[in-house]
């Protein structure tokens, strides 16, 4: 059976501010638009963490909420959640791995998650996930490289991009800042 997707994500870190952005479409197998304004870009633990997610739906939702409980556990410790996390799927302590990868930031970090167990820190501050995830980073690197926006607006100006590229992206935003 096919999953429900979610899309793009792109993460900016510049002058000390980090911005996550998401478009709103989930796809259903690979041809049908099941919803243009989903929302996945959201604030976790007391608003001090923002997430993005793409990839398979139900996989991103469990994700996500099991980072939230490493972030309870360990007090909004990003890094250490995200390890302990990670652990676990090597461990074999959750039970399959998920279709599903996560951007997770806070005012100091900026991580890739993954469904399968691994944790990435980006080099430049600067990464994206999701079927227009490579268009949406591309055009942040260029823009962050090549301009004096703000985190916000190399953020943004990304997922206007990568949603006049990709058909797998819309152009409803969702974007948190921390």
Do not use: W
């Amino acid at each position: 059976m096919e999953q429900l997707r979610g899309t793009t994500i792109v993460a900016v870190k510049k002058n000390n501010e980090t911005v996550i952005a998401g478009d709103g479409q989930v796809t259903f197998s690979q041809n049908v638009i099941m919803k243009n304004n989903a929302v996945k870009v959201r604030r976790i633990f007391n608003d001090k963490v923002i997430i993005g997610f793409a990839g398979g739906v139900a996989d991103a939702f469990s994700l996500s909420s099991r980072f939230e409980e490493m972030l309870n556990k360990f007090s909004g410790n990003l890094m250490r959640s995200a390890v302990e996390l990670a652990t676990q799927f090597r461990r074999d302590e959750i039970a399959r791995k998920l279709e599903a990868m996560m951007i997770v930031a806070d005012k100091d970090k900026l991580l890739i998650l993954s469904g399968n167990g691994e944790v990435v820190e980006p080099d430049g501050g600067i990464c994206a996930i999701g079927s227009g995830g490579n268009y949406a980073y591309a055009a942040a690197k260029a823009l962050a490289e090549n301009t004096n926006f703000s985190a916000e607006e190399v953020a943004v100006k990304a997922m206007e991009i990568a949603s006049s590229i990709c058909i797998y992206t819309n152009n409803h935003f969702t974007v948190e800042k921390v």
